[in-house]
């Protein structure tokens, strides 16, 4: 279907029974069902009730799968919390990102520019009430059968540590957060160094290859998904910037500065 808007979500039917979801342009959900089960992939912000808006397109349970441990693709998560069926997963090497982000809940909403910002959706309750769930360990191999369809998980630290791809191997199309993206951080203070990354995109590439990966979609508000030979330019763009011959640009960004490489329509952001 083409793309509709629900409030301040934008959701688009990328494939039958499933459905990109991006809310107020700046981070992407997915919304993946089978025939017992349904996986939410991310959950923003967070901004509205997720549990409730994905009863919009579906009664089945949801389980969620974090791509990994960042504020814009967890915080959502409190909205499955509080009756014990929900499950919630992330890799264990993200945990200790996951749990800063939870604990300063409470601080965040209260901060100035946040309620600039998103203040009009926190009216109506408090946040000291807001509870998140724990959340299960979820690696490599690791298979989430949703009756029907089946999305397989792979690791690809580099963004974080605990960065996962699921793959969706029947409709050939690939959940990958930010660890396959057009603008790429790896200057986060978690993140891996430029090789350790390689190595794990070299790897990733692989699977997505042999599984005959056609459609690679982020957590964020790409128009159009990537594709295996934009991942091939990934790979050539790091090589170079391990040589030492590219040329950067430093960037400074409210999350931190560094070296921007460019490398045709691929950029990678690097610690200085």
Known sequence: MSEQQYGIYY????APGAFKICERREASMYLVMGSTKACLIDTAFGLTDLKAFTRQFTELPVTVVNTHGHIDHVLGNHWFCGKGEEEVYLNLKDKDLYDEVVSEYIGMINDPGVQEQYGEFMQGFDPATVSFPKTKDIKEGDL??????????????GHTPGSILLLDKADKICYAGDSMIENLWLFLEESLKPEEYLASLKHARDILAAAGIERIYNGHFSDVPLSLEYVDNMI?????????????????????????????????LCKQ
């Open 144 to 157: 989430i059968d949703l009756g029907g369809r089946t999305l397989e998980i792979v690791e690809i630290p």
């Open 11 to 14: 959701v688009e039917e990328i």
């Open 236 to 268: 050539r763009g790091v090589e170079t910037l391990l040589t030492g011959k590219a040329e950067g640009v430093p960037f400074e960004n409210h999350a931190g500065a560094g070296m921007e490489y460019t490398f045709g329509e691929w950029k990678i």
